[in-house]
């Protein structure tokens, strides 16, 4: 166990660097989405709503194994979707780190909705409609009124977003396998130094890492809210 | 109620048994098997013909060579291990968790390269085989993890003598275990993939492209071993029905290779 406290080496920059930019992209590209079906969710009532609801919370109750499986036959290369975006807008996810970011925002996606669309359910609707009594459209009235009422829990899906997305593993490793500094994430290579005789100490560093970026994560959430909490507002 | 009573009787006193287990000779036992998963098919034939003979059931349990070293490692109630590399064994040797002198060279197997069904032709794999023109633009090659998994070491060792592995690294996908790369292929996510004779066997969606020559590779040795905390009568008799000829036949029905032991008379 010599080895724990030597400094990062380039390899593990590599995996840390991969793991936040694919935790971000999948949290923030996934976010207008999570916004849409919450409010969704929230306000509206209609026949097929429950179905919605279910599909949804599916990546929650399936075994990631399966959600990536179902990736990959839906966004392989020979998938339905993949091979149409890739012909009409050259978008390919099959074993790129696009994939990666995909996989844990799908994971990622029921935590998400649940957190802001909980923050939905408690707004005051008189609110709003005292807003559209002073002439304010739908639109309007979504962005000023609704939205800033709803940040905390906004806010609080973003950081289950991204805590889940950093930590997925079944999915990303069934749909994109493990190829270093393309979908290797942290999870991904603290398992395979698991699977290697003498591997421990390599995996341990890791893990290290992913707890302070966990740490650091639930601080920046907290700053964030008691900033809001006193009373000022974020662009 | 009574009649409730005297049918849950025997599942109750099963549970007991289970709960009271450790210590005793327990003929009624299970000799419990750990194996890597990709003998999932011979063992599970092998198994079934020696509870027939010898009327002790066997509990298999199958996963990574890896995981399941560790887990006995870390005391796993394991009577016999069957490991995919050699590496493996040697780590719980070295850990003092095997049985001494109970180690055996089970059966061999052979590294293929493959592609989906009717996608290639067969081919001869030599030095100067162009690897990236027979990707082409884009295509990847599936292998298993070359750092961690059995099958993906053999790979990496087979396209380093080759003298292609630097211009393939990055071309790599690795997988967390073998039969993924197999998946790949059969899915045809990539044009070709490495993999073990026995698992091209089992994918009727795959063709064998061709055979890795035996010299490029360490040798591909399945060994077995009995558990040194074992006190299963049986774990000896099953590592010598896993040598028998009866065995054998299976394995090689399913695509595994004979080892040059195997030339001796074997077990019976």
């Known amino acids: 166990m010599t080895g724990l406290l030597q400094p990062l080496s380039e390899g593990e920059w590599t995996i840390i660097l991969l793991s936040l930019k694919v935790a971000l992209v999948a949290t923030l590209a996934s976010l207008p989405f999570g916004i849409a079906v919450a409010y969704v969710l929230s306000r509206k009532r209609f026949a097929g709503l429950w179905l919605i609801d279910a599909l949804v919370h599916l990546p929650l109750v399936l075994p990631p194994v399966v959600t990536g499986y179902a990736l990959l036959m839906l966004f392989g290369r020979k998938g339905a979707l993949g091979q149409a975006l890739e012909s009409c807008c050259g978008v390919v996810f099959a074993f790129r780190w696009s994939g990666a970011a995909l996989a844990a925002a799908v994971m990622a996606f029921p935590l998400l909705v649940r957190a802001i669309r909980l923050s939905f359910d408690a707004i005051d609707v008189r609110l709003e409609e005292a807003s559209a009594t002073l002439g304010a459209g739908p639109f309007w009235r979504f962005l000023t009124v609704t939205l800033p009422l709803a940040w905390p829990g906004i806010l609080g899906g973003i950081i289950i977003g991204f805590a889940k997305s950093l930590g997925e593993f079944g999915a990303t490793i069934t749909f994109v396998a493990s190829i270093p500094g393309e979908t290797e994430t942290l999870p991904l290579a603290i398992y395979a130094q698991t699977q290697i005789p003498g591997g421990e100490a390599v995996a341990f560093r890791l893990t290290m890492v992913a707890v302070v970026i966990a740490f650091a994560a639930i601080a920046a959430s907290q700053l964030l809210r008691d900033y809001t909490k006193r009373g000022h507002s974020l662009p | ?268």
């Open chain 2, 1 to 268: 109620m009574r009649s409730l009573i005297n049918r849950l009787a025997p599942l109750l006193a099963a549970i007991a048994s289970c709960l009271a287990m450790p210590g005793g000779a327990g003929a009624q036992e299970p000799l419990r098997v750990f194996a890597a998963a990709s003998l999932k098919n011979a063992l599970d034939a092998v198994a079934a013909g020696f509870t027939q003979a010898s009327g002790t059931q066997v509990a298999l349990s199958y996963g990574a060579t890896s995981t399941l070293a560790r887990q006995i490692e870390n005391g796993a109630p394991a009577d016999v291990f069957v490991s995919a590399d050699e590496d493996w064994m040697d780590y719980l040797e070295q850990r003092q968790a095997l049985k001494a002198a109970s180690r055996r060279g089970i059966v061999g197997n052979a590294l293929v390269l493959i592609a989906p069904t009717g996608a290639a032709a067969r081919l001869t794999v030599t030095p100067g085989l162009d690897w990236l023109a027979l990707l082409g633009p884009g295509g990847r090659l599936a292998i298993a993890d070359p750092r961690a998994v059995p099958a993906g070491k053999y790979a990496r060792a087979a396209l380093e003598k080759l003298g292609a592995w630097a211009a393939l690294e990055p071309r790599l996908v690795r997988t967390e275990n073998v039969r993924v790369a197999l998946q790949f292929v059969a899915r045809a996510e990539v044009p070709f993939g490495i993999v073990y004779a026995s698992d091209q066997h089992a994918e009727q969606r795959t063709l064998t492209v061709a055979t890795f020559d035996a010299g490029l590779h360490p040798r591909i040795v399945y060994p077995a071993a009995v558990i040194a905390t074992s006190r299963h009568a049986k774990s000896g008799d099953f590592v010598e029905t896993l040598q028998s000829g009866k065995a054998r036949d299976i394995f090689l029905s399913l695509g595994f290779q004979p080892l040059p032991s195997w030339n001796k008379a074997a077990p019976e």
